[in-house]
Each structure stands twice: as structure tokens, then as C-alpha cells.
């Protein structure tokens, strides 16, 4: 079975612009959930789809968005890039959130210049 | 306020020796609390993970036990490997979608 797959694995964008990344989860699992990493910071959570439906949010600024599509590929966008949204931006799949054990993509390593 | 510590920090250890990393979680309500280890610049990858009602499950030369009672948390590691550096992050679950709470990690090496 296909493990989770991310693109790109790294990016380079500069402030003001807007990013898009791609998670491709694992075969049948139906929740999607995005974190961002920085250096010496723990796995932030950004927010979780489950069919669909954006189903819990963690507390980051609007300019962070997500939607899942039906086939539960998830796409992540950030708008007006700062500096300080450089990070390895994870996402991870399961069956059904809340529980189920997570299974994470490599990451979208994310410089904004 | 949920919360994770996690200790040491950063750990160095020779090849073939033993360590013990630490976790304490202030998580609640508690469903269950899972350890991954992450090498540095991919995703964490599980390695267990534990309900309330389990004190012990291992995972090949990985051992993590779990006190529920007093909210705190080990993973011990025997006879080291090379392969074991990267970092050792604890997560309890709190039982509610997405409220999974990352520690920072305890970063491991190890030297020949």
C-alpha cells in the first residue's frame, strides 16, 4: 500500500506571494490533517478534513487554508508569505481522525525569502 | 491548559549502550498517548502507541511504558543502533478530534 505522498518536497517563494501544497493519502483513509514545524518548535497543528468537511482547526492566522476533495486528496494554501511561515509543513492520514493512528507524509519544506 | 514535557532536551549516547527519554502530559481527558520518531527533515514515523489501560508495549528493541495515573510517559531504547538518531516525540491524545498535542521532542544521538 502506498504510503502518504507530498508535493513539491521543497519550495521557495518569496513574502507576499501564496503557496499551494498537495497530500495524497493513504488508499481508503478518509481524514487529512496539516501541521507546520519550525526549528525547536513541536508539531503545530493547522487543521483536519474528513469528507470534505474542514473538521477541526488550530489557531493560526486566516491567511492559512486547506479543502479536501472527494477523493480525499487535501490541498493546503497560504496567501501573503512571511517570513515566519518558513517551515517542513506535514500532513498525515487515517482512517478516521481523532484515534486512529496517524500515518505522515514526507513534507513540503517551505522557504520564504 | 494540555500540555507535554518532554526530557532530556538532547541526548548523546554510544553505540550499542541503553536510554531512557521522558514524557509528562497534563492531557484530559486521556484516550491514549503514542511515541514517534522523527529523523530530521522527514515525517515522524509511529512507534507505539498506548491506551490508558496499557503499562507496557514494545516495539522491536523499542520499550514504552505508560503510568496514566501520574500522567508520565518512557521510551526506552536498547542497544542503541546508529539508525536510532532523530527525535523522539511523545503525543497523548485527548480523546477529541484533533486534539492530538505534540511535545518537542527529545533529539537523540548516537556515536559510534
Known amino acids: 500500500k502506498a504510503g502518504v505522498t507530498q508535493t513539491p518536497r521543497y519550495l521557495i517563494k518569496t513574502r507576499g506571494q501564496q503557496v499551494t501544497l498537495s497530500c495524497s493519502p493513504i488508499?481508503?483513509?478518509?481524514?487529512v490533517s496539516w501541521y507546520q514545524q519550525t526549528p525547536g518548535q513541536g508539531l503545530q497543528f493547522l487543521f483536519e478534513y474528513f469528507s470534505e468537511t474542514q473538521r477541526n482547526k488550530g489557531n493560526f492566522p486566516g491567511r492559512f487554508s486547506g479543502r479536501q476533495f472527494s477523493n480525499s486528496r487535501s490541498e493546503m494554501n497560504v496567501s501573503t508569505l512571511e517570513l515566519g511561515d518558513s517551515a517542513l509543513y506535514l500532513c498525515?492520514?487515517?482512517?478516521?481522525?481523532?484515534?486512529?493512528?496517524?500515518?505522515f507524509g514526507p513534507g513540503t519544506r517551505l522557504t520564504v525569502l | 491548559k494540555n500540555q507535554v514535557e518532554q526530557s532530556p532536551q538532547s541526548l548523546i549516547i554510544l553505540e550499542g549502550k541503553n536510554c531512557t527519554l521522558q514524557?509528562?502530559?497534563?492531557?484530559?481527558?486521556?484516550?491514549?498517548l503514542r511515541w514517534y520518531k522523527q529523523d530530521t527533515g522527514r515525517g515522524p514515523v509511529s512507534l507505539t502507541i498506548m491506551t490508558f489501560s496499557e503499562n507496557t508495549k514494545s516495539n522491536g528493541r523499542y520499550t514504552a511504558t505508560l503510568d496514566a495515573d501520574t500522567k508520565q510517559s518512557s521510551l526506552h531504547i536498547t542497544a542503541s543502533q546508529l539508525s536510532d538518531s532523530a527525535s523522539y516525540i511523545c503525543?497523548?491524545?485527548?480523546?477529541?478530534?484533533?486534539?492530538?498535542?505534540f511535545g518537542k521532542g527529545t533529539k537523540l544521538s548516537v556515536k559510534p
Open positions: 503525543v497523548p491524545y485527548g480523546g477529541s478530534q484533533g486534539n492530538l498535542i
Open positions: 488508499s481508503g483513509h478518509r481524514s
Open positions: 498525515a492520514s487515517s482512517l478516521a481522525g481523532g484515534g486512529y493512528e496517524q500515518f
Open positions: 514524557c509528562n502530559y497534563t492531557v484530559s481527558p486521556f484516550s491514549n
